[in-house]
């Protein structure tokens, strides 16, 4: 399934580092998301793109920082993390508010 | 608040025995209910969508059903690869168009 990819698919950082996840999806979507996952907890909502547009940002610590420069693709900017970020992060993207499809995820570690 | 709940959190079946999972949710007025298949490590992988009570999909081995307080998710004859987990996702209609209520997964493990 190449329809939604992420990168890069490992992370390790220190809490003092700046890092960036990026998505692209290839499905001519226009709505993107962020979504963390966390062992033995559902997947929680984190933001909300809409034709660019950020339209839901779920209480994410500033520490996280999206960005969406087009309908095709998405960054989560990351510093100053915290141990307690290391987690799955998964881009997903839809056509308005209909099904959405998830890429592979970025495996994060924070040391 | 809105809520999912899936049941049992974790399943073991030998090859070939059906069985059912159960995904509910607080009724507060379905848009849409979703189920994904997620392997270790993997994003998770788009099943089916169902959006009114009454309304069935299957592929392959595999059968949702939707009533007006759950769903569940019928595997016919499982085999091995049918290992992973299983999660159910809501939009819940007083919320945005887009925005989807996850619950916490049925792991399914699939014995030879």
């Known amino acids: 399934e190449t329809g939604v990819t992420q990168t890069p698919r490992h992370l390790v950082m220190g809490m003092t580092n700046k890092k960036s996840l990026k998505c692209e999806q290839h499905?001519?979507?226009?709505?993107m998301y962020w979504y963390k996952q966390s062992a033995k907890k559902p997947l929680e909502l984190m933001f909300v793109y809409n034709f660019k547009e950020q339209t839901e940002n779920n209480s994410v610590p500033s520490r996280f920082s999206p960005e969406c420069p087009n309908s095709s693709h998405l960054f989560l900017h990351l510093h100053t993390l915290q141990p307690e970020d290391s987690a799955l992060y998964l881009c997903?993207?839809?056509?308005?508010?209909?099904?959405?499809?998830f890429g592979p995820g970025t495996r994060l570690t924070v040391l | 608040e809105d809520q999912v709940t899936q049941s049992p959190e974790a399943l073991r079946l030998q090859e070939g025995e059906s069985s059912s999972l159960n995904c509910s949710y607080t009724v507060s007025g379905l848009r849409g209910l979703f189920w994904y298949r997620q392997d270790p490590g993997k994003g998770p992988e788009f099943l089916f969508t169902l959006y009114s009570a009454g309304e069935e999909k299957e592929k392959e081995r595999l059968k949702a059903t939707l009533t007006k307080k759950e769903s569940f998710l019928h595997i016919t004859a499982p085999k091995p690869e049918d290992s992973a987990t299983y999660l159910c996702a809501v939009q819940f209609l007083e919320t945005s168009g887009s925005r989807l209520t996850f619950g916490e997964g049925t792991q399914l493990t699939v014995n030879p």
């Open positions: 499905l001519g979507h226009n709505a």
């Open positions: 997903a993207s839809s056509q308005a508010a209909d099904t959405q499809y």
